[in-house]
């Protein structure tokens, strides 16, 4: 099982998470906490072999955090296995 925590609060957990470059993709029904939501950023990004990221801020309780998390819609085909999961930075949350 792995979750991410934010302010001391799980805001994500699962063991079904997609492993890219070291980082932990969630499925987009494991982030859930009482007080917490993604919020679309307008941030964006390109990865030549993932095709066009997404990003959210997360709000806490009041507290929002630009760019937590990002995500790909519409995943290029090597990496249609994260379509649908949603990755955190990990500046600015706990994963373990």
């Given at each position: 099982?792995?979750?991410v925590?934010?302010?001391?609060?799980v805001?994500?957990?699962?063991?079904?998470?997609?492993?890219v470059e070291?980082n932990h993709?969630?499925?987009?029904?494991a982030?859930e906490?009482?007080?917490f939501s993604?919020?679309?950023s307008?941030?964006?990004?390109?990865?030549?072999?993932?095709?066009?990221?997404f990003?959210y801020d997360?709000?806490l309780?009041?507290?929002?955090?630009k760019?937590?998390?990002?995500?790909?819609?519409?995943p290029?085909?090597k990496?249609?296995?994260?379509k649908d999961h949603v990755?955190?930075y990990?500046?600015k949350?706990?994963?373990?």
């Open positions: 099982m792995v979750q925590t934010f302010n001391g609060k805001i994500a957990r699962s063991d079904d998470t997609v492993v070291n993709y969630f499925p987009i029904g982030v906490a009482e007080g993604l919020i679309e307008s941030t964006r990004s390109f990865c030549p072999w993932k095709g066009q990221a990003y997360g709000s309780d009041g507290e929002v955090v760019d937590i998390a990002w995500y790909y819609p519409e290029l085909p990496a249609k296995h994260i990755a955190f990990k500046n949350v706990i994963i373990e």
